[in-house]
């Protein structure tokens, strides 16, 4: 769904979370809320602190990269989380 109303789209995401919920229960299945977390991809500017997520009234952690598939990806989509690990990692296997 396309939609540039960020409160319209955190509106739609916190009723997906809730059917989200709704499927977790039926299936009796647990969300692991510490291992829980959320990102925003965007590349222009946008005042999203205000916004939160939930599922069953706990807040779902907002953070600027999330490991996917082995792949840092962070919020505003420029490498640099994923870039510095690397180099971080492979720092460690020279010394």
């Known amino acids: ?3 540039t109303d960020v409160d319209k789209l955190f509106e739609i995401d916190n009723m997906n979370m809730s059917q989200l919920s709704d499927w977790f229960t039926v299936n009796r299945l647990n969300l692991n809320f510490d291992k829980t977390c959320y990102s925003t991809f965007h590349t222009n500017y946008v005042d999203l602190y205000k916004f ?3 599922m069953d009234g706990k807040e779902i952690q907002r953070v600027e ?3 996917y598939l082995g792949i840092l990806i ?3 989509l420029k490498w640099r989380h994923h870039i ?3 180099a971080s990692q492979i720092h460690k296997h020279i010394l």
């Open 74 to 76: 962070d919020s505003d």
């Open 84 to 86: 510095d690990y690397k």
């Open 65 to 67: 990269s999330c490991k």
């Open 52 to 54: 939160k997520l939930y």
């Open 1 to 3: 769904m396309y939609n």
